[in-house]
Structure formats: C-alpha cells, structure tokens
C-alpha cells in the first residue's frame, strides 16, 4: 500500500456519460498529480494541484476537470466521454513539489463502450 | 523543456544476466532524474532519484543508475536479473518550472528468460 488511495479501481461507462475519479494524497502530502497512462500515449500529465490550488496543466482535455479539496483529496472530472478515453487513470502526490518524486496510487482503470 | 528518451521498448534478458536499461535526458538545467517500475495492475513504485551529490544512485531491488552529464544519460542497471524484475520500467526528468511535475519516458519493458 502506497499511501495513495484511487476509487474506483475499475470503471465501465458508456460514450457521452460523465464519471469523477477520486484520490486521497499520502497523509502530509500537499501536491497531487492526475496523469493519463494509455498504449498509444503513455502517461501524459493532465493537472497537478498544490494545497487547493491549481498549479500546472498539461495535456487536460477542456471536458475534463479537477479540483483539490481542503482535506487535500482531489477529484478528476471526464465528462462527454469518448472511446479514446478509454485508459488508465493515475493519481500521485508529493510533500511539497515533485523534485523528490512522487507516491503513486494503483489507478483507475477506465473503459468507454 | 526537459524531456527523457529511453531506448529499447522491449528488453530481453536470462535470469542471472546483467540488466541494462538505457535512458537519455535532454534539460538546459541540471535535472532531477527517476526511474519508477511498475508490474502488472499496478502502479509506478520509485526505484531510484537523482537529485544532486553523487552521481552513482542506488535503489531499491538491486537497481542503480548512474548520472552522466557528459553523455546525458541516466542509464539502469542491475547485476543479476531475477524472474521478479519482469515489469515496466520508466524513467522521468522533473520540470524545472513551478510544478517540478515528472516528464516520463514512453517506457521499456524487461523480459526475464527462465
């Protein structure tokens, strides 16, 4: 056990529907981190949140969101989903920054029908 | 904008074999360097970080890396392979920009032959 915690472990949804992944940070880690892990892709950076704020953005969909709560869980938010969307889901965090590397959680395995 | 390349997608060993998985770093800073393993269903574990000091890193499982700015390579290695080193292996260059997020490799996958 990493510390990270993701829900769901696995989801089936179908195309056009919304879901909310969930991450709770390593107990005193401030940042976290939402990443994509696809075959074609690889894991691309989606959002990194730092203590309730955004920090940084990557390759984040505009009908995809997040946020981080005041105790520090996030939540990534798929909406209109497609089939591509389908992938491996990736929450990690940090104490501060991710200059010493990051815990990661087991993901959240999505599948679009 | 740093960014890592690791060579080779797949690697194929003997058990009991060295163990190399090669990594190149492009940065215009002197980077943070990582390599994280992750075995099926699972998610990354970190093996190894460079940060700054030595250069020879050593890691969890056997694993170490070696930092060499002359080549810009952050290569993995491990002396003997045991069948439990069969995973995916990643290395990542941390962005030297406000979000210190990780850039990852496309990944190598090390296949241990009994």
């Known amino acids: 056990d990493s510390g990270v915690t993701q829900t769901p472990k696995h989801l089936i949804t179908a195309t056009g529907q919304r879901v909310t992944l969930r991450c709770s940070p390593r107990?005193?880690?401030?940042?976290v981190y939402w990443y994509q892990q696809s075959l074609d892709q690889g894991l691309q950076f989606l959002i990194q949140?730092?203590?309730?704020?955004?920090?940084a953005k990557g390759n984040i969909l505009e009908r995809f969101s997040a946020q981080q709560f005041p105790d520090l869980h996030s939540e990534l938010n798929l909406s209109s989903l497609e089939l591509g969307d389908s992938a491996l889901y990736f929450c990690?965090?940090?104490?501060?920054?991710?200059?010493?590397?990051?815990?990661f959680g087991s993901g959240t395995r999505l599948t679009v029908v | 904008a740093q960014s890592v390349t690791q060579l080779g997608s797949h690697v194929s060993v003997s058990e009991g074999a060295l163990v190399l998985l090669r990594c190149n770093y492009s940065?215009?800073?002197?980077?943070?360097l990582f390599w994280y393993v992750q075995y099926p269903n699972q998610g990354l574990q970190l093996l190894l970080k460079y940060t700054t000091g030595a250069t020879l890193v050593k890691g969890i499982n056997g694993f170490e890396a070696e930092f060499k700015k002359s080549e810009t390579s952050f290569h993995l290695t491990k002396p003997s392979a045991h069948m439990s080193d069969a995973a995916e292996y990643f290395c990542a260059v941390s962005q030297m920009d406000s979000s210190y997020k990780l850039i990852f490799g496309s990944g190598t996958r090390l296949l241990v032959r009994p």
């Open positions: 107990s005193g880690d401030l940042s």
């Open positions: 949140y730092y203590n309730g704020e955004e920090r």
């Open positions: 940065s215009s800073v002197p980077p943070y």
């Open positions: 990690a965090s940090s104490p501060l920054d991710g200059n010493y590397g990051y815990t």
